[in-house]
């Protein structure tokens, strides 16, 4: 069984794609998967939310491994991973990163740099999650490169239509010229208010303008103050919250992500008879 690589990736900020690689991340976990999350970010959230406040402190962080890959050195097993009480593997990002992201430019295939580094630790895993930078920059081309799924989280205030546009023609030029693999799952509301009436106007837009073309998860994913407190934390919303609604959220979310990579099993054999 070859790892799920999903990419979690949005170049807007503040949509949740680290709540969202995280709890997704430590779902696949409580489903009994092998699951390691890779912070693609130089600002380190995703390090910093699953308890690692200092992630400059760290010995060995993403831009290390990647660093290797570059200059030809050998990375030894399960080198800098860190783990998780939720039984999640975390492959820590800080802001030597964002240095990484320039020394790509003129490096040899410089768009697989990351899959490189991630085809050395698949193996251990059945899934690996990419939380992506805010950007369309080297390091999210690495990252869509490495993947062969792609989630890209959406908040629902405001209506994403330009942001949206540029992401999709970034895939599309990554799986025509690199990555033929590369998948979109789905779009994934976030930061639903279901109170309001304007959430339920930009869900039924986005499924209007890309339903037919891209799948638009099911589960949104509401609004709540407490989502926000986790990441202090170091704990996802399942160990933080777990009766609330967020939990709920992304205990189905995980169930969706699973199902549709049944049905493209499914479709695989189907083929191959």
Do not use: W
């Not at 593997?89 to 899959?115: C, F, H, Y």
């Not at 009436?197 to 869900?203: D, H, L, P, Q």
């Not at 996802?236 to 049944?262: C, M, Q, R, W």
């Amino acid at each position: 069984m070859n790892a799920q690589i999903i990419a979690i990736a949005n170049q807007k900020g503040g949509v949740g794609k680290t709540t969202t690689c995280a709890n997704l991340g430590i779902g696949l976990a409580r489903a009994g998967k092998k699951v390691l999350l890779v912070d693609g970010d130089p600002q380190g959230s995703l390090t910093i939310s699953l308890g690692n406040p200092q992630p400059d402190k760290l010995p060995v962080t993403l831009s290390d491994m990647m660093g290797k890959v570059l200059t030809d050195q050998p990375i030894a097993p399960h080198e800098g991973i860190l783990h998780h009480a939720e039984g999640v593997d975390l492959m820590p990002a800080d802001i030597q990163l964002s240095g990484m992201e320039v020394s790509l430019v003129n490096a040899m295939s410089r768009e697989t740099v990351l899959k490189q580094y991630l085809d050395t630790v698949k193996r251990d895993y059945t899934h690996i999650l990419i939380d992506c930078q805010p950007s369309l920059g080297m390091l999210t081309v690495n990252a869509l490169a490495a993947a062969n799924r792609v989630l890209i989280p959406v908040q629902a205030e405001y209506l994403p239509a330009k942001g949206l546009e540029q992401l999709l023609q970034t895939i599309s030029k990554v799986r025509r010229q690199i990555n033929p693999k590369l998948q979109i799952d789905g779009i994934l509301l976030t930061m639903v208010d279901s109170r309001t009436n304007f959430a339920k106007e930009v869900s039924a837009l986005l499924r209007e303008t890309y339903g037919g073309k891209i799948k638009v998860f099911g589960t949104d994913i509401p609004h709540s103050v407490r989502a926000k407190e986790t990441s202090a934390e170091g704990k996802s919303i399942f160990a933080h919250d777990p009766g609330g609604k967020v939990a709920e959220g992304y205990e189905n979310l995980t169930k969706e992500v699973l199902k549709i990579e049944k049905q493209r099993e499914k479709c695989k054999a189907g083929f191959g008879r």
